[in-house]
T-cell receptor
Framework: ETGVTQSPTHLIKTRGQQVTLRCSSQSGHNTVSWYQQALGQGPQFIFQYYREEENGRGNFPPRFSGLQFPNYSSELNVNALELDDSALYLC????????????FGPGTRLLVL | KNEVEQSPQNLTAQEGEFITINCSYS?????LHWLQQHPGGGIVSLFM???GKKKHGRLIATINIQEKHSSLHITASHPRDSAVYICAVDRGSARQLTFGSGTQLTVLP
């Protein structure tokens, strides 16, 4: 059983560019959540996907969008990057069972210059 | 006021000490999570609880639903316990977590 993986591990972009971050869920998990963690703060919920449909969204603008694929892997896309988008982006996968916890990936550290 | 508050923000202890980290929340929840984050970012889930108490090795987590309060205890602390400990609440059944800002724990040898 493989854990949650994310790619790339680090990324540097410039303001106005677009970025795609990827997450591969743990085997058997049909739900993936994405979080943004700014330096020194706790993670903030961006959105969640369940069986390829968006299943909830936090307080993030529409330039943050996502996809979940039939194999339950997922992408986070951010358009028109701003300096404040610099953060650690974490994905977490889980199954839909009520007692199931989330399993976090190692994160992608994005720096916007 | 944040929906999830942790205290203390920073904690330094000597090896062997008993450690308590507190979490208070102001919203209705279906579950509360304690997570550990090491330098570099990786997050590990320690506990998910909705009532009572759970124990895993030297770690104990308790929750009081009426008081909207949870504590994470570490017995016989060790330098390898040094990490950020984060409390997060699940407000529904979908595991869309709201996080506290974390407690930075440093255990000195």
């Amino acid at each position: 059983e493989t854990g949650v993986t994310q790619s790339p591990t680090h990324l540097i972009k410039t303001r106005g560019q677009q970025v795609t971050l990827r997450c591969s869920s743990q085997s058997g998990h049909n739900t993936v959540s994405w979080y943004q963690q700014a330096l020194g703060q706790g993670p903030q919920f961006i959105f969640q996907y369940y069986r390829e449909e968006e299943n909830g969204r936090g307080n993030f603008p529409p330039r943050f969008s996502g996809l979940q694929f039939p194999n339950y892997s997922s992408e986070l896309n951010v358009n028109a990057l701003e300096l404040d988008d610099s953060a650690l982006y974490l994905c977490a996968s889980s199954s839909s069972g009520k007692e199931e916890t989330q399993y976090f990936g190692p994160g992608t550290r994005l720096l916007v210059l | 006021k944040n929906e999830v508050e942790q205290s203390p923000q920073n904690l330094t202890a000597q090896e062997g000490e008993f450690i308590t980290i507190n979490c208070s929340y102001s919203v209705g929840i279906s579950a509360l999570h304690w997570l550990q984050q090491h330098p570099g970012g990786g997050i590990v889930s320690l506990f998910m609880l909705s009532s009572g108490k759970k124990k895993h090795g030297r770690l104990i987590a308790t929750i009081n639903i009426q008081e909207k309060h949870s504590s994470l205890h570490i017995t016989a602390s060790h330098p390898r316990d040094s990490a950020v400990y984060i409390c997060a609440v699940d407000r529904g059944s979908a595991r869309q977590l709201t996080f506290g800002s974390g407690t930075q724990l440093t255990v000195l040898p």
